[in-house]
């Protein structure tokens, strides 16, 4: 059966940026969706404790071929190792603000995500029928560089949104209105 995951980024939560409106967007078009809450901050947020929960679905056969996981900003290249290191095809991948290797956020942020880095991103590609990477050019955040070569790296689509931000919430985006027709 087809589904969805959501999974927000760090220092956030399911309930945060356009994570809520796709939810229900995607429920009510009649189909299943998960949006787990992943333990965030320093001391909380790491790629085992994160995978550790992704993994709780996937073993409870969550996780399919039929399975589209849309993820915002550390969620992608989370993502993108979950599905390499335990070889999990999926049918679709759509990533928001994705990237790899950045530091430079600030002390936290750089501590929480970079155990989520991992070498030869492109590998996901065996994963996953497609992978579509949005991505702006003013993410106060990661910069545009970052967001771009992870989408080099990695997507079958890009998506560029101008003056977009970190496309989220602070940037004006409670809503993604050029996600929907690729889900």
Not at 131 to 141: H, L, M
Request: hydrophobic share 35%; proline share 3%; net charge negative.
């Amino acid at each position: 059966m087809e589904n969805y995951f959501i999974i927000h980024g760090s220092f956030s939560s399911p309930y945060s940026n356009w994570i809520g409106w796709l939810h229900d967007f995607i429920e009510t078009e009649g189909k299943q969706v998960y949006v787990p809450d992943f333990p965030i901050g320093v001391g909380h947020q790491s790629y085992e404790n994160w995978s550790r929960l992704l993994k709780y679905y996937w073993d409870l056969g969550f996780i399919t071929e039929h399975t589209t996981i849309i993820g915002h900003s550390i969620a992608p290249v989370f993502i993108s190792k979950f599905l390499t290191e335990h070889k999990i095809k999926v049918k679709k991948l759509i990533f928001v603000c994705g990237f790899n290797q950045y530091f430079g956020i600030n002390e936290e942020y750089d501590t929480v995500n970079q155990t989520m880095y991992f070498e030869n991103l492109a590998e996901v590609k065996q994963y996953a029928n497609e992978i579509i990477c949005f991505y702006s050019d003013n993410d106060p955040y990661v910069s545009y560089e970052a967001e771009k070569d992870f989408a080099q790296q990695c997507a079958t689509k890009q998506v560029f949104i101008p003056k977009a931000g970190h496309i989220n919430s602070e940037s004006g985006y409670d809503t993604l209105e050029e996600l929907v027709q690729y889900l």
